[in-house]
């Protein structure tokens, strides 16, 4: 594709392939993102039929079995080594076309060789020069600009408009005028008979070293991906009947155990069975300092082991790997469309058609009433329009920032899902955040043990913990690993039952256990009130109090307190600066937090909000005018995160949480947000400039062409220095796009 008229062409073919019920093509990554129920033959048989070619992306992790091999990872990637082959057949075609141009220049400017030109009469050079450039400039039409001619007919099969008709009828104008008026001069009017061969070659020659330029920059905007896919061992050091052999990443099977030396990269994800290590996971958290990794550690492939030699298990291989995970949605991400990109494609496609209906005019009103020879001025101000449309520059505007936004945020451990995500991620006012995991770290301990009279803190603890045994709660671990450390037996619970934000129910030995907070107690009627004041003090503490009541009755209290993320109240700090409210949104008792927004810098907070109610609180926030971002890691923050404009999730969380978000921060740290709506911010400041420069371009560049200045000053604007302008605007987008590499958060 070389530009929007041939994105909304290829769009159109695969949306009316029986079963697609998505289709996104993305023209500065020339790749589509289909979705439904279609067979790739289908898909690339309408694109073939639009005149383009397709082939289906296969990624070595998705192989099957039988189709991988040992040396797959060596081969050279097809795509890479394809680009550089047109990168170079475009140079070497833009050289043969400016090499012409040198004697059509010279041709056309006799005064340069010490001649003049008489009304009506051709120059001797050009006389004799002139049949001679007809037959050179034809072979620059076939040799440098065969793409546009070929494109140009696949589309008027087909029934659209690209750039390719324009370059193609302007220089087919320009090469049949001058021909006629060089072998045929009879035909025109007395002094209309000057060829203009040198814009041909000048034209082409610009135009396609344009190209060249832009495909050049525009491969330095996938290195996001690269760099990912480059984190992938070649191979890694497997054990298998006793021996430690080396085979290719795609020969590693679930439940295999490989050993990780010190400096290795792990190669895919699973959990430590035997050694320790710290590991450095930077380049997919953003985190600079390494992790201790000790049994039982999860570890992750494309990491690197800093220090230490472990065995481990895999759990995830091929693209089940976080890393090939990550990969997926950057590509996916870098594909999706934005608005105001989706709007940007909407006008481009009906850029071209405009275009020639503004050439076709401005030919007619010169050929009418500008001054003589009128058929050559008309036929130069309709060429000039032709070559000075650029529909690529409308086409590259949005697609390569957003290639180079998402790729940015992946520097930094922030994973976008969608081209809306990026947009609404910069234009967010309130910012509403989880407690448990999101702001705290996640994981709490058990803080105090109350019980009441007739009951003792061993038994208080083994009872409440053999209830959290069937729950995924992070307190629940908590009382696990406390019982643990106190040698308690859990016993095996009967009729257990959890109730989303209030607590966990069962029975154990003929007796009825309730294990929750207030809420939880007052609906089954338990005086809690002999702990008030001891519950109010743990409380202002930021502690976190449950209460187990046995067979109707108060057996005591437990409390657990989670510390807060060093980073948190830093991260909060730099939201509120740029101007976006903050939020704590807890199923938290109310003390507890107000106790940890006081400390991290919050002081709107809603608590003791039930799963099911987030999403309203979140809707009653949208309704107010605000746009909504939602942080949090867990299951309850699902429905949260998918009702919110921007879901965040905690990357340390549940996978349904990561799941249901937009955004996701790998590193579990607040400041990834604060990141992310900066990136947001600069991508899309940087799309509108593009898109800014493109139109204005265009709104300039096309009534000059078409001679506007000419009644005033006297001036018509060259063919030639329209091509150069064309073929610029493309590079001059492309390279604003570029700067986004040097971009950094606040």
């Known amino acids: 594709m070389r530009c929007a008229g041939c994105l909304a062409s290829v769009e ?152 390719d008709t324009l370059i193609a009828l302007s220089m087919t104008a320009a090469w049949s005028y001058s021909t006629l008026a060089t072998f045929a001069p009879q035909l025109f009017p007395s002094g209309t008979t000057e060829p203009f061969w040198d814009v041909i070659p000048v034209v082409i020659g610009l135009v396609v070293l344009g190209q060249a330029l832009e495909m050049r920059t525009r491969g330095q905007t996938s290195n996001a991906v ?8 070649k191979t890694a050091c497997v054990l298998r009947n006793g021996q430690e052999i080396h085979v290719p990443l795609a020969e590693i099977h679930k439940n295999d ?88 494609d909407k006008i481009a496609a009906y850029f071209v058609p405009v275009v020639l209906l503004l050439a076709i005019t401005a030919f007619i009103v010169w050929f009418n009433f ?7 001025h008309a036929l130069i101000v309709a060429v000039t329009v032709l070559v000075i449309a650029c529909p690529c520059a409308l086409g590259l505007a949005t697609p390569i920032s957003v290639m180079l936004g998402v790729g940015k945020a992946a520097d930094y451990g922030i994973l976008i899902k969608t081209g809306d995500a990026l947009q609404q991620a910069g234009q967010l006012t309130s910012i509403v955040l989880d407690k448990t995991g999101t702001i705290t770290r996640g994981k709490p301990s058990v803080s105090a043990l109350v019980p009441t009279a007739g009951w003792d803190e061993n038994t208080l603890l083994q009872l409440a913990a053999s209830l959290e045994t069937g729950s995924e709660h992070p307190l629940a671990e908590a009382l696990i690993h406390a019982a ?86 830093a991260a909060i700090a730099r939201l509120q600066a740029m101007h976006i409210k903050v939020i704590m949104l807890t199923g938290d008792n109310l003390a507890t937090a107000q ?11 809603y608590a003791e909000v039930l799963p099911q109610d987030k999403a309203q609180k979140i809707q009653a926030l949208m309704a107010q005018g605000e746009k909504v971002g939602m942080v949090g890691d867990g299951i309850n923050d699902a429905i949260a995160l998918t009702c919110a404009d921007v879901g965040f999730a905690i990357g340390t969380g549940a996978d349904i949480a990561i799941e249901s978000a ?63 302008a064309m073929a610029m605007s493309s590079v001059t987008v492309v390279s604003n796009a570029v700067r986004l590499r040097k971009f950094q958060p606040q």
């Open 595 to 605: 106790a940890i927004a006081s400390q991290v810098g919050i002081s709107t907070v």
């Open 662 to 724: 937009d955004i996701t921060l790998m590193s579990g740290s607040l400041a990834g947000v604060a990141h992310a709506i900066d990136i947001s911010r600069a991508t899309l400041r940087n799309i509108k400039q593009n898109l800014l420069g493109a139109f204005i371009y265009n709104i300039i560049g096309i009534p000059i062409a078409a001679g506007v200045l000419y009644p005033v000053f006297g001036v018509l604007l060259n063919p030639m220095i329209a091509g150069a």
């Open 257 to 344: 155990t490989l050993r990780v030396r010190p400096g290795e990269k792990i190669a895919v994800d699973g959990v430590v069975m035997e050694g320790h290590s710290s590991v450095d996971e930077s380049m997919l958290t953003g985190e600079p300092m390494p992790i201790e990794k000790i049994t039982g550690s999860a570890v992750t492939g494309g990491t690197i082991n800093a220090s230490g030699s472990f065995l481990y298990r895999a759990t995830r291989v091929g693209k089940q790997t976080a890393l090939s995970r990550i990969i997926a949605a950057v590509q996916q991400a870098q594909g999706a469309k934005p608005a105001i990109g989706r709007l940007a």
């Open 12 to 163: 159109k073919a695969l949306r009316s392939v029986a079963g697609v019920t998505h289709a996104s093509v993305n023209f500065a990554t020339q790749t589509a993102s289909i979705a439904g129920n279609a067979n790739s033959v289908a898909l690339i048989s309408a694109v073939i039929a639009a005149g383009f070619q397709a082939s289906e992306i296969v990624d070595d992790d998705t192989k099957d079995d039988d189709n991988k091999s040992a040396d797959t990872l060596d081969k050279p990637d097809p795509k890479a080594s394809n680009a550089l082959a047109q990168y170079r057949q475009l140079l070497h075609q833009s050289w043969f076309a400016l090499a012409v141009a040198i004697p059509a220049l010279a041709a056309g400017f006799p005064a340069m060789l010490g001649g003049d030109m008489t009304q009506g009469s051709i120059h001797h050079w050009m006389q004799w020069s002139s049949p001679v450039l007809a037959f050179l400039t034809l072979a620059v039409m076939r040799y440098s600009g065969a793409q546009f001619f070929t494109g140009a007919w696949k589309a008027l099969r087909n029934r659209y408009a690209t750039m």
């Open 484 to 569: 643990k450390q106190r040698d308690l037996i859990l016993s095996s619970i009967d009729q257990f039952q959890a109730i989303a934000g209030l607590g966990v129910q069962g029975r154990l030995d003929g007796r009825t256990l309730y294990f929750g907070n207030l809420d939880f107690m007052l609906q089954h009627a338990i005086d809690c009130n002999a702990l008030q004041a001891r519950v109010s003090k743990l409380a202002s503490e930021a502690a976190t109090p449950m209460y187990l009541a046995v067979n109707g009755q108060l057996a005591g209290l437990i409390t657990v307190t989670d510390p807060i993320k060093t980073d948190a109240k």
């Open 370 to 376: 500008g001054p003589a020879p009128h058929l050559s």
């Open 226 to 233: 690269e760099r990912l896919i480059g984190l992938k061992p």
